[in-house]
C-alpha cells in the first residue's frame, strides 16, 4: 500500500461482513500511533445490524489486530458500544468506536489456535450495530540460528 509507513498489503473486503461506509475526514491516531495507519485505510468501514464475524484456519501461530474508528456522527442519543468475542469466548469486554479516532484491540502473545472466529457485537446499551475498518494478521515464526554473524 504506497501510503503505508510499514509496506503492508491491505485488501478491502468489504461486501463479505456488511455495508460499506466511508469518510473524506482524517482518521486520528490519539492513543498508539505505532501502529501508522495509513489514512485510507481508517477512512472506510464496514458496519452492519448484525454482528460482524471474521473467520479462518491456519496452523501457524499468529497475532491479531483489530482496527476502529467510528465514521458517523452520531445523532441525538446514539451510541456504538463493541465486545468482541474469540472462537466464542470473551475477547474484550467493552471498545467504544470515538468518532475519527482509531482505536486498536490486540493480542499480546502468539495465538496457536487452528480455527479463528472474531465476533464484534454490540453491548446492549448499543443503538448502532457493530463497524471494523480494519483487520491485520501476523504469523510469529521461530528465528533459527543466529540472526547476526558470530564474529560481529
Known amino acids: 500500500f504506497p501510503a503505508d509507513p510499514y509496506d503492508r498489503?491491505?485488501?478491502p473486503d468489504y461486501n463479505a461482513y456488511g455495508t460499506p461506509i466511508s469518510t473524506d475526514l482524517q482518521v486520528k491516531e490519539v492513543y498508539d500511533k505505532r501502529f501508522g495507519l495509513p489514512t485510507a485505510i481508517m477512512q472506510t468501514a464496514v458496519t452492519s445490524s448484525a454482528p460482524i464475524t471474521i473467520s479462518w484456519t491456519t496452523s501457524a501461530s499468529i497475532y491479531i489486530f483489530l482496527h476502529f474508528a467510528e465514521l458517523i456522527e452520531y445523532k441525538g442519543n446514539q451510541t456504538r458500544n463493541l465486545s468482541i468475542t474469540k472462537n466464542g469466548e470473551?475477547?474484550?469486554d467493552t471498545l467504544v468506536?470515538?468518532?475519527l479516532v482509531s482505536n486498536t484491540a490486540y493480542s499480546t502473545s502468539p495465538d496457536t489456535v487452528v480455527c479463528y472466529s472474531f465476533s464484534i457485537n454490540v453491548t446492549?446499551?448499543?443503538?448502532l450495530g457493530p463497524i471494523i475498518n480494519a483487520i491485520e494478521i501476523y504469523e510469529a515464526r521461530e528465528v533459527t540460528g543466529s540472526s547476526t554473524n558470530q564474529q560481529d
Open 124 to 127: 446492549q446499551t448499543s443503538t
Open 97 to 99: 468506536a470515538r468518532y
Open 90 to 92: 470473551t475477547w474484550l
Open 9 to 11: 498489503i491491505w485488501t
